[in-house]
């Protein structure tokens, strides 16, 4: 992507800007009943596979699209669900801060142009991740927001709806292909830059730019 002043620089949150543990507590709660380290990696494929499924439906608040995917994934492995397991992970999103790179890269632009974020989290958890960010954003979108998750296209068109501006004006960051840089894709948006993390490989086709994080990104805007 050559450099692009965009109107707004809008984000995804969790695992592109905050470091998202979900993996972590898995391998944490899941320990003692699935001990293999193979085992282990495939389990936490699976409730990663079962959130994403979860969230393509009819809106639900996030809390139940968490345990009904731990749920699936519990009867999956033949493991007893409890749900108190379920709200210890919706408990601890809050706590959880940026990537190492993120504040050093965010700071860059800040005040120069629009940030804004769409995260898949409620508005209860939210507030508290963005505030260790430590940069103003202009816009903070949840699923609670709008009723609706990503990777529908509602979440994007309500997003570029109330930001007031043309998909084309737009730059979307994200480290997942599946959840925001193909559907961005199809809706229009053509800026688009992918954050690899290694939990998605990079996809072909859909027109992002790959940087190594954050910090990489003021260069993609000029700054």
């Known amino acids: 992507m050559s450099i692009f002043r965009p109107k707004f620089i809008t984000f995804d949150c969790y695992g592109t ?3 998202f543990q979900m993996g972590k507590l898995t391998r944490e709660f899941f320990a003692d009943q699935i001990p293999e380290p193979e085992r282990m990696d495939r389990f936490v494929d699976d409730f990663s596979a079962y959130r994403y499924d979860a969230v393509l439906g009819d809106w639900r608040p996030y809390v139940e699209v968490l345990k009904s995917a731990l749920e699936r994934t519990c009867a999956r492995w033949g493991i007893k669900y409890d749900d108190a397991v379920g709200q210890k992970y919706y408990d601890a999103v809050p706590s959880w801060g940026p990537h190492p790179d993120v504040i050093e890269g965010l700071s860059k632009i800040a005040g120069k142009i629009p940030l804004v974020i769409y995260s898949n989290a409620s508005n209860d958890q939210i507030d508290f991740n963005v505030t260790k960010l430590e940069v ?3 816009e903070v979108f949840t699923a609670d927001t709008f009723k609706v998750y ?5 979440a994007f068109e309500a997003m570029i709806d109330t930001l007031g501006c043309a998909p ?3 730059l979307h960051v994200s480290s997942s292909f599946r959840y925001d840089l193909i559907p ?3 809706m229009g948006i053509k800026n688009k830059a992918f954050v690899n993390r290694n939990h998605e490989p990079y996809c072909q086709g859909y027109g992002a730019t790959e940087i190594r994080d954050i910090r990489d990104l003021p260069a993609l805007v000029g700054l």
Request: hydrophobic content about 40%.
């Open 17 to 19: 800007l905050t470091n």
């Open 136 to 138: 103003p954003f202009h």
């Open 150 to 154: 990503k990777p529908r296209f509602a």
């Open 168 to 170: 084309e004006e737009l």
């Open 184 to 186: 961005a894709q199809l």
